[in-house]
Nanobody
Framework: QLEFVESGGGTVQPGGSLRLSCAPS????????IGWFRQAPGKEREAVSC???????VYAESVKGRFTISRDNAKNTVYLQMNSLKPEDTAVYYC??????????????WGQGTQVTISS
């Protein structure tokens, strides 16, 4: 079973920054596409960003230019750098694995996520 541990969330003011981390539990990330997702209260989970093993990245329109996904295979970790945060970015953020491409379906279990709150 593929599982992840997400961390790095917190409460920041609008315009602030956070860096989220996504670490797998018991497997190696190489070869998998890894996606970041978020779910705000009362809303469906939505895709935020994804990066393939070949480091091709895609972003939701709502975060383009503000969020940057990266992966460090030596540390077996994927990151999501979030800048210029807005109140509408408030959500629980999750990461998940896909087989090879960002267009593939999620094949990992959903973890606890990490809460991101943007508030003045």
């Amino acid at each position: 079973q593929l599982e992840f541990v997400e961390s790095g969330g917190g409460t920041v003011q609008p315009g602030g920054s956070l860096r989220l981390s996504c670490a797998p539990s018991g497997f190696i990330l190489n070869g998998y596409a890894i996606g970041w997702f978020r779910q705000a209260p009362g809303k469906e989970r939505e895709a935020v960003s994804c990066m393939t093993g070949g480091e091709i990245a895609v972003y939701a329109e709502s975060v383009k230019g503000r969020f940057t996904i990266s992966r460090d295979n030596a540390k077996n970790t994927v990151y999501l750098q979030m800048n210029s945060l807005k109140p509408e970015d408030t959500a629980v953020y999750y990461c998940a694995a896909k087989t090879a491409y960002c267009s593939d379906r999620v094949i990992s279990s959903w973890g606890q996520g990490t809460q991101v709150t943007i508030s003045s």
